[in-house]
């Protein structure tokens, strides 16, 4: 089983940059993907940017320029840097990994942008 934990959340102002952490109770190493989603209220659960073991990423349109994610295997956490901070880039953010064939998601992180 694996446990993930954000953090890194909080109340930002327009413009303004947080780093999300994704820490996780096993070696990352062994992970191939691990994914950054977000969910606005009233919204689906999106994919905003995914990291392979080696490194490749993917990144949604809306947030390409703008987000940054990266992985530390040697912490067994994967970063999510967020810059220009918009007011739609208001959710909770979850972080997941499919580990074995199982699907682990965290608790989440909320990020509330400020205009």
Do not use: H
């Not at 994914?35 to 990144?59: C, D, F, H, M």
């Not at 909770?92 to 989440?108: D, E, I, P, S």
Request: aromatic fraction near 10%.
């Amino acid at each position: 089983q694996v446990q993930l934990v954000e953090s890194g959340g909080g109340l930002v102002q327009a413009g303004g940059s947080l780093r999300l952490s994704c820490a996780a109770s096993v070696s990352i190493f062994s992970i191939n993907t691990m994914g950054w989603y977000r969910q606005a209220p009233g919204k689906q659960r999106e994919l905003v940017a995914s990291i392979t073991s080696l490194g490749s990423t993917n990144y949604a349109n809306s947030v390409k320029g703008r987000f940054t994610v990266s992985r530390d295997n040697a912490k067994n956490t994967v970063y999510l840097q967020i810059d220009s901070l918009k007011p739609e880039d208001t959710a909770v953010y979850y972080c997941n990994a499919q580990y074995r064939a199982t699907l682990y998601w965290g608790q989440g992180t909320q990020v509330t942008v400020s205009s």
